[in-house]
């Protein structure tokens, strides 16, 4: 089982629909990413969160410490937003463990 | 400069040769971090420096590997007798101690 898992793997939705993002993790942690890599490669760095929530435009991030648990919600998903969307935590070494990430289209 | 580079960003190479991989982080960070990407796979953690020290190697897959850090600041990931199952793209990050970390654009490593 890995350390960390996201759900849905691949994730659909028509334009201005509400988007949540799932990441579940077993081990302990200071600290939980959201990452974004579009097709290109590269990699965004979209919130870093140790407890509660933040907000970035139309992206929250929401985390729950006691039960292991974060969600990534896009609001009102627009074409751009496409793209892999990865969670991960860092281990009290400061690594980063990574879940498989989560491949959102959204269409037209 | 602004962000994380890396160079180069294609890398081709023949089974059995030596390659090394640059990393230059935004100034000012301590941190540094190699990753990698096998295609269709996730990321995978390779080594981090703090400063010039590597105080988790762990993920560093066999001997071939090896990482250093000059300065407190450019890092090289060497690999040394390349296989196949080392194609990948090799990322690197930098961040001050357990913040934010900021992502190169990557090296794209193929070897034939």
């Known amino acids: 089982k890995n350390e960390v898992e996201q759900s849905p793997q691949n994730l659909t939705a028509q334009e201005g629909e509400f988007i949540t993002i799932n990441c579940s993790y077993s081990?302990?942690?200071?600290?939980l990413h959201w990452l974004q890599q579009h097709p290109g490669g590269g990699i965004v760095s979209l919130f870093m969160?140790?407890?509660g929530k933040k907000k970035h435009g139309r992206l929250i991030a929401t985390i729950n410490i006691q039960e292991k648990h974060s969600s990534l919600h896009i609001t009102a998903s627009h074409p751009r937003d496409s793209a892999v969307y990865i969670c991960?935590?860092?281990?009290?070494?400061?690594?980063?463990?990574f879940g498989t990430g989560t491949r959102l289209q959204v269409f037209p | 400069g602004a962000g994380v580079s890396q160079s180069p960003s294609n890398k081709v190479t023949e089974k059995g040769k030596d390659v090394e991989l640059r990393c230059d982080p935004i100034?000012?960070?301590?941190?540094l971090y190699w990753y990698r990407q096998s295609l269709g796979q996730g990321l995978e953690f390779l080594i981090y420096?703090?400063?010039?020290?590597?105080?988790?190697k762990s993920g560093l897959p066999s001997d071939r590997f090896s990482a250093e850090r000059t300065g407190g600041s450019v890092s090289t990931l060497t690999i040394q007798r390349t296989q196949q199952e080392d194609s990948a793209v090799y990322l690197c990050?930098?961040?001050?101690?357990?913040?934010?970390?900021?992502f190169g654009p990557g090296t794209r490593l193929t070897v034939l």
């Open positions: 420096f703090q400063g010039n020290s590597a105080p988790d």
């Open positions: 990050a930098s961040s001050l101690a357990r913040v934010e970390q900021f």
């Open positions: 969160l140790s407890s």
């Open positions: 081990v302990g942690i200071s600290a």
């Open positions: 991960a935590v860092n281990s009290y070494t400061d690594k980063l463990i």
């Open positions: 100034s000012g960070h301590t941190a």
